[in-house]
Structure formats: structure tokens, C-alpha cells
């Protein structure tokens, strides 16, 4: 048989998995596609290690010295096959949690593996952090992985991504400082059959064809996502006949039981991906003799029959009865090398088991930053004023964002409809205005950058975060936008378990510096329910991310270009409502001016009762003091600025002269962030409070549509002079 026939199979690119080829056959596959003895060798001490290291880590957990396990058992073939072809520190792995013979193959040991299981400090993936099987290692490119499934393909084109942009910059004489790249890199990312199911896979599968993306999708097929058979998740129960006739992905279908078959296919996708032809799909067929974790029994759900077929082939029982076949190795040579091995890694695991747990008191190191304090004086910069006090918040963003293209290569701003145009030949059609953003606080932007620096995202939201944390994680400043923070939560997951943690999972080992742009907030007649919503409370809540709602258009300058000059992920919210209006317009305030986080502005003085507020809160508690003090009250009000930090220690000033302290914001009451605030007021100032905290919120409802309601439901100007009287009367 031709090497020809038993790789492409078809005009379709797929490899027929179930066939069966002679050893004479699978030999001529090996010589034709270069693979040698000494390889085909290396294989099996590959295969054998990462089975050992899951038999070592099963035995742990059982003496309570691990505390989880889930085995990469049965798909050992087509890894160690990618692993002699994929070249650490040189491409990129985004692995799941069944790649442990790929990372063995790259040049993680399984000391390594083994002090992930119990936890302590030599585990090089997370330095404690995270569950066994968890991978991750700088020194490799072996990106950091989370146990969230499907959220990873996106990452991978963010990675591919950058290296695309690097590589532009090199072209146009920008060479990329200290972020290193290579022409013909792959981004490899895995995952299991189940995971295809999830909408982030479609989204990057889409992406990396419409982009022509140099990423390597595999799909490790072992037939089960825990107990739900592929069948029932997937059309004709096979992803790669699902996906044969998708436009620009090429597909490989393949027996990864047989490293062998494996090889020759992987060899032909990573020569077509280095050549620059775009984006491969390889699903490979394996098997899972063991199940799915250790708290599954798969008994339970396969029946005997089912297992002994899998037993027959597995690869740690195929691959050696294919070797001793074709004279490669003897029985006894195989017998050797698995004594051999075994006593490896038990020496592994001895050691592993006395190497010390982290001090408990590094659980609270890389949560954000270690050298770059966003909170500091070094982001305190004075402005340096120009032109007339009339810019709009939306305008004054648009110019920041634009000074900071101008300034910085590296920052790349998308979202959806962010650009000017999608087609990058209406550049230069000067008739054409360009979209630049719904709210037009992105127009220009595309213009003012380098060619791929500013563009369109589909419209997807964690398509557009996931791609940014690929991006970010090797060195670019990616700013998107969130088009309505009403249709953020599709981005969630990407947000919560996956930006906020990546610094913190991997001991800070990498990093994900980031700014989200949110326009949020009501106050806009006719935005209804879906196009009003207040919840920045719950992304304070979340360790890691820290968020800015300025209320002006100068603070809106300081902050985002602290943001931006940070080092940590950064949700900016901006109020919709506070965009164009005329009461917060500032002067340009120059291109060195920054803000930093965790500052409250002393917006009024008083000496009555504090008023903590921000947002469009602030103007409206403006209008309320005026009406108290007309009346004799003095009425101080704090503009927080930055929600995560917040400024306690200006909150503690304010109220060591008025003792009484009213908190207003447009999202609802219950688990509003100004129950945060009075909780922390009520631990550390009680005793220089006179009267109860109170607040002031939107009612707990949704926003309606009719005006009439939409006022009742959110507070107004009434709504916080009365909650002050009240406070004041008390």
C-alpha cells in the first residue's frame, strides 16, 4: 500500500481509521514517512511512562497523597506521535487533561506530573494551584489549561493570532521586542469528542478558517464524554464527517491507537500547516481502559464485551504485539523497557511524596500583578490642558485609545462593528464615514493604527475574549469591547475561569493583561431590559479583575490609560448615558495622563453625611446635595471610580467628619456592590457612624420599556435627596 492511499484515504481528506493494515503495510508507512526504528521505540517508552504515571497517581490518590486523578490512558498513540513532530519551545500547546503522553514527549517528567498530583511545590504547571493533569509550562509553551472544556480552542487562535501579528511587524520593519515567534509555528489545541459539542468550538473552527490560522485541532475521540456516547452529541456520531466539507479546514481522520498510522497523518497535517495553508483538523480514534476519573465507574454504563475489545486495542497492548511483529523489538527487550520504566517512575513518585506543599500563605500571591501596582503614584500624573472644556466622554475615550495605538504597537483593538470597515479597501474611499462603533467612540481608530492593529470580531463575545487572552498571554495588549454589557454573559466563562485566573492557575508564570470596554447602564429612553442593565457587582466579586466605572469624561481619560499601561485584566465600564452629555465634558488633558485605581475624587465637601456613589449616580447626587444645601445641609460626595480596588481609606476620611453615610448606585439593592461597601464601613467604621448605612438603588426589578417605569424603577435625583433627608432626619 502507498503512503498516499493510507494517509488522505479519500478526496475528502480523511483517513479511513478502521483500516486495517498489515504490518508490511504499516512498515512501508513508517520508511515512506520517515519514521525509524530508534523512533518507533521511543514511542513505546513514551506510551509506557504516561501509562505508568497515571498507575502511580491512582495508587497516591488510594493512600490519600492525591487528592484527583483522570488518566490520559488509551491515548497515549496519536500524542506521542504529535509530540516527535511539534517542537517545544518553538510552537504552542493548549493540551486538556488527557494530553499527558504529549507533555512526557515534550519534556515535562513525570516528577513533575507527580508533584501536581499531591500539590506541592515542584509541580512546574501550577505550582499547586490547580488538579493534576492541569498542563502547563512557560519553558515549553505549554500555555496554561483550566478544566473548563471547549474554552481553550479560542485561546489557541488568539496565540496564532499574535504570532500572525509578529510576524506582520517583522515584515514592516517593527521587529517584536522580547516576543519571540516563528514563520512557520503551529498553536496545537486538544480536546476530547464531548468537547466539540460546545459552541466554542464552532466559534474557533470558524475563526481559524476564515483567517487562515496555523492551528492544530485535535480531537482525541475515545467514544465517551463521561458516560454520553458520541453518537448522541454529535451528527453521524463523527466529528470530522461532520466537518469534511468545511470551507478552508482541512481534516484527517485516523487510528491514534497506532502511533505508527498516527505519525504518517501528523506528519502530512504539520507539513500542511507550516507551509501556511491553514488550519488542520486530525480526529483521532482511541480508547479509555480506564474511567473517566476516579469518581466514575464506567462499569456502570459499558458493557464486557465493550471493554474487552477496547483491552485488545489499547495501544499499551497493540503497539508492543505490532513491534515484536516487525522484528523491532523483541518480548523481552518490551519486558525490560516496562521494568525499566516502572522503576522510574516509582523513584519519581518517592520523591515526588517528599517534596514539601507551598507555604499556605503564597495561596494569596498572583492574584494580580507583582510589579506593576496599578494603585501606585506612578500612574498618579498630573493633566496638561488644551483646547476648549468641551469633549464628550464618548470623544475623550476615542482619543485615548487612539494616542495609545499610535504609542504602542502591540495594543490590537476588536469587537464587534469596532472598525471603520470590514473591508480594508473602503479605507480609502474618503466618501465613506466608517461605522467605528455603535456609539461611534471607536471612529478613526482603524485609520490611525497599523494595518491589523484595529478590526471587526465576529458577532460573538467569547469569541472576542477568548482570542484576547491567547493574545494577551504572549505579549499583546488586546483592548475589545463588549458591544452591551446586556450580552456579555456568552463571555462569562471566559472571563471568570479564564482571564481572571491565568496569572494566579499558572503561579504567575503567565499573564493575562487585558482591557474589556462595557458600555453598561439605563438612563437611555427606550432601552428596555435589554439594553439597561447595571451588574458591575458581579465582576467585583470575581479575584483577579479589576474594574473601572468612570462618571466624567476626564476620569474616563486617566483611567482607561492606566488600564491599558496596567498589567492586570480590566473591565471599563462605561454609562451609556454619560457618553455624549455636556455636564462631564472636559478639556484634553494631554497623553501622559493617567489616574490611578482604587483613588476616590472628593467630588463635593460637606460636613453632614457622605454620599459614596459613581457612575451616573454622581451627577444626580450633584442635584440632590444643591437641594439639601439650599436647605442647610452640607452634603460630601465620593466618587469611587475604580469598584475593584475602591478607595476604603477615602470613604474612612469622609466619614470621620459627617458620621453618616448614604450609598447610591443605578444597579438593584440586593447584592448591589453598595452592600460591599456598607458591610466593610459597618467592620472597620461603626463606631463613627451616628445613623444607620443607607442606599439608595434601582428597585429590584428589570428595566421596562415605557418611560414612566423606567424612571420609577431606577433611582432619580428625588429618590437620593429623599434617602439623604432621611439619613440626615435620623
Not at 462593528?417 to 455603535?438: P, R, T, Y
Not at 447602564?521 to 483577579?544: D, K, N, V, W
Request: with cysteine; hydrophobic share 40%; net charge neutral.
Amino acid at each position: 500500500m502507498q503512503l498516499k492511499d493510507a494517509v488522505q484515504g479519500s478526496a475528502r481528506n480523511v483517513m479511513p481509521y478502521s483500516l486495517k493494515n498489515s504490518i508490511q503495510e504499516k512498515m512501508e508507512i513508517a520508511r515512506s514517512s520517515g519514521l525509524t526504528k530508534t523512533m518507533m521505540r521511543e514511542f513505546l517508552r513514551t506510551i509506557v511512562t504516561s501509562r505508568r504515571v497515571d498507575d502511580a497517581e491512582i495508587s497516591m490518590k488510594k493512600q490519600n497523597k492525591a487528592f484527583f486523578q483522570i488518566a490520559g490512558a488509551g491515548h497515549e498513540g496519536v500524542l506521542v506521535a504529535a509530540a516527535s513532530l511539534l517542537k517545544p519551545s518553538y510552537d504552542y500547546f493548549v493540551a486538556y487533561y488527557r494530553d499527558r503522553a504529549l507533555c512526557l514527549g515534550l519534556g515535562v517528567t513525570p516528577y513533575e506530573m507527580l508533584c501536581q498530583a499531591n500539590g506541592n511545590v515542584g509541580d512546574t504547571a501550577s505550582h499547586g494551584r490547580q488538579m493534576p493533569s492541569h498542563w502547563g509550562n512557560k519553558k515549553l509553551n505549554i500555555i496554561s489549561k483550566t478544566s473548563c472544556t471547549g474554552t481553550q480552542f479560542l485561546h489557541a487562535c488568539g496565540v496564532a493570532e499574535a504570532g500572525e501579528y509578529f510576524s506582520q511587524l517583522k515584515k514592516m520593519g517593527l521587529n517584536p521586542k522580547n516576543r519571540p515567534f516563528n514563520e512557520d509555528e503551529i498553536i496545537y489545541v486538544s480536546c476530547g469528542e464531548g468537547a466539540t459539542s460546545e459552541g466554542e468550538f464552532w466559534e474557533s473552527v470558524t475563526t481559524a478558517s476564515v483567517n487562515r490560522l496555523p492551528v492544530l485541532f485535535m480531537v482525541e475521540d475515545n467514544g465517551y464524554a463521561i458516560s454520553v456516547p458520541v453518537m448522541t452529541q454529535t451528527p453521524v456520531g463523527s466529528i470530522s464527517k461532520t466537518l469534511e466539507n468545511f470551507p478552508g479546514l482541512k481534516v484527517f481522520e485516523v487510528d491514534g491507537n497506532c502511533p505508527i498510522l498516527s505519525y504518517a497523518v501528523l506528519k502530512e497535517a504539520t507539513q500542511y500547516i507550516r507551509s501556511k495553508k491553514g488550519p488542520v483538523l486530525v480526529h483521532a480514534h482511541v480508547t479509555r481502559p480506564y474511567s473517566h476519573s476516579l469518581s466514575d465507574d464506567q462499569i456502570m454504563y459499558r458493557n464486557t464485551a465493550e471493554l474487552e475489545k477496547e483491552k485488545i486495542d489499547d495501544v499499551i497492548n497493540s503497539y508492543p504485539k505490532t513491534l515484536i511483529e516487525a522484528a523491532i523489538m523483541t518480548q523481552a527487550e518490551i519486558d525490560k523497557m516496562f521494568d525499566e520504566v516502572a522503576k522510574e517512575v516509582r523513584a519519581a513518585m518517592t520523591k515526588a511524596l517528599e517534596t514539601p506543599w507551598p507555604d499556605p500563605k503564597d495561596s494569596l500571591r498572583h492574584l494580580t500583578s507583582e510589579t506593576v501596582d496599578m494603585t501606585s503614584s506612578k500612574f498618579d500624573t498630573l493633566p496638561a490642558f488644551s483646547g476648549k472644556n468641551d469633549i464628550p466622554m464618548a470623544g475623550m475615550i476615542n482619543r485615548v485609545l487612539k494616542a495609545e495605538v499610535e504609542r504602542d504597537n502591540f495594543i490590537r483593538i476588536f469587537g464587534e462593528d469596532v472598525a471603520d470597515f470590514g473591508q480594508l479597501e473602503k479605507l480609502q474611499d474618503a466618501s465613506l464615514k466608517g461605522k467605528g462603533g455603535v456609539f461611534k467612540v471607536t471612529s478613526g481608530l482603524q485609520r490611525a493604527g497599523l494595518p491589523g492593529q484595529v478590526f471587526n470580531s465576529p458577532l460573538a463575545e467569547a469569541n472576542i475574549i477568548g482570542r484576547a487572552i491567547g493574545m494577551a498571554v504572549r505579549g499583546l495588549k488586546p483592548v475589545v469591547e463588549i458591544q452591551f454589557f446586556d450580552y456579555i454573559w456568552p463571555a462569562f466563562m471566559q472571563l471568570k475561569n479564564e482571564m481572571s485566573t491565568m496569572r494566579y492557575r499558572s503561579g504567575g508564570d503567565f499573564s493575562c493583561p487585558m482591557v474589556v470596554r462595557v458600555p453598561i447602564g439605563g438612563y437611555l429612553r427606550g432601552g428596555a431590559m435589554y439594553h439597561s442593565q447595571s451588574g458591575e457587582s458581579i465582576f467585583t466579586h470575581i479575584p483577579g479583575i479589576k474594574v473601572a466605572y468612570p462618571s466624567n469624561a476626564l476620569d474616563a481619560a486617566g483611567l482607561l490609560r492606566t488600564a491599558i499601561r496596567g498589567d492586570d485584566p480590566v473591565m471599563f465600564l462605561e454609562h451609556k448615558h454619560l457618553y455624549y452629555q455636556g455636564y462631564n465634558r472636559t478639556a484634553d488633558p494631554g497623553n501622559d495622563f493617567m489616574i490611578p485605581f482604587g483613588k476616590a475624587k472628593l467630588v463635593r465637601e460637606g460636613k453632614h453625611a457622605t454620599i459614596v456613589t459613581w457612575g451616573a449616580l454622581v451627577n444626580r447626587s450633584l442635584e440632590a446635595a444643591k437641594k439639601l444645601q439650599a436647605e442647610g445641609h452640607e452634603v460630601e460626595i465620593l466618587d469611587l471610580r475604580t469598584l475593584a480596588p475602591f478607595d476604603m481609606e477615602a470613604i474612612k476620611t469622609s466619614l470621620a467628619k459627617t458620621s453618616r453615610v448614604l450609598i447610591a448606585h443605578e444597579a438593584t439593592k440586593t447584592s448591589g456592590f453598595g452592600a460591599e461597601i456598607a458591610a466593610r464601613i459597618t467592620e472597620e467604621c461603626f463606631e463613627l457612624l451616628d445613623a444607620p448605612v443607607m442606599r439608595v438603588t434601582a428597585k429590584d426589578s428589570h428595566i421596562p420599556y415605557c418611560p414612566s417605569s423606567e424612571d420609577f424603577v431606577l433611582p432619580q435625583i428625588e429618590d437620593v435627596y429623599n434617602g439623604a433627608l432621611t439619613l440626615l432626619k435620623y
